[in-house]
Structure formats: C-alpha cells, structure tokens
C-alpha cells in the first residue's frame, strides 16, 4: 500500500510542530531537535517537517512504498514519463535508511518515491550532518533537477 508523503522546510521547528499536532489531533511519531514526523492513517499520509538549512515552504512531495518491486514499478513510470530519474540505494536520510528514486516534475518541483528500510540515528550519512542541523546542507534529500542533491 502507498502513502503520500510531503516534506515542509519550517523556520520554527517547535511552533510548527504545535501547530500541526494540534491540526492532525496526534503528536509526531518521530521527533528530533531538527525533524518531525506524523505517520498518519486519515488520511494516509507521511507529513514531515524539517528546521534545517533549506528554502521555507514546501520542500518535495512523494509516494513511500511498501517494497523494492513497488519502488521499482514507480521508477519505471517516471521515466516513462520523460523525467530524468535520480536513484539512490541504501540512503541514509531524514532520520531513516531507505532506497529512493527521484524527479523533477515539468515545474521543477520534486518527487520522491521510497522504500524505508529501518530508522538511522542521524539526519544523513551521505552529507555533513552538524549536531544543530543548520547551516551545513545534507545531500540526501532534494536532488536538483541536474540529479545533485540540493
């Protein structure tokens, strides 16, 4: 089954952090000194925010899957689709370990369809990942729409 997910560069972590748990009627189920997350049924979404060095606003959407075949089936449709497609394999990102494909929809924005394949105690392992989180870009998430990680 797949899961919508959105990704919001925020500028305060713990004011949105209130704001959309009081909007979803939950707390996160993943809460870091630079990262939050709702793993929500209704509807059926991964909603995530996210303090660090980014541009504020809406920073990519994408489908998580529940496998590698899934994750495979969605690569393939991107490409189809005239995209250039971004792959990475055994990613540590956001706070988990995953497999991704990416791309930039015709205006620019970007798409990520993973598979998570189990929690990371750190932000990132293919970038700089300063305790604060700020300052420093990871690599892992938000490839441009040349294929380089933002």
């Known amino acids: 089954m797949k899961r919508l997910h959105v990704s919001v560069a925020v500028s305060n972590l713990d004011a949105s952090m209130r704001f959309y748990s009081i909007l979803f009627g939950v707390e996160p189920t993943v809460?870091?000194?630079d990262y939050a997350k709702w793993m929500l049924e209704d509807p059926r979404v991964n909603f995530s925010i996210s303090?660090?060095?980014r541009q504020k606003g809406i920073d990519h959407l994408g489908i998580q899957v529940d496998n590698?075949?899934?994750l495979a089936t969605l690569a393939e449709r991107l490409a189809r689709a005239g995209q250039a497609v971004y792959e990475q394999k055994a990613t540590t990102c956001c706070y988990a370990k995953s497999n991704k494909a990416w791309v930039?929809?015709?205006e620019g924005i970007a798409w990520e369809t993973f598979?998570?394949?189990?929690?990371s105690a750190v932000y990132s392992k293919d970038g700089p990942d300063d305790a604060a989180g700020r300052g420093k870009p990871s690599t892992c998430c938000t490839p441009t729409a040349s294929g380089r990680s933002a």
């Open 31 to 33: 809460l870091k000194s």
């Open 51 to 53: 303090s660090r060095d």
């Open 68 to 70: 590698d075949a899934e």
């Open 104 to 106: 930039h929809d015709p």
């Open 115 to 119: 598979h998570t394949l189990g929690e």
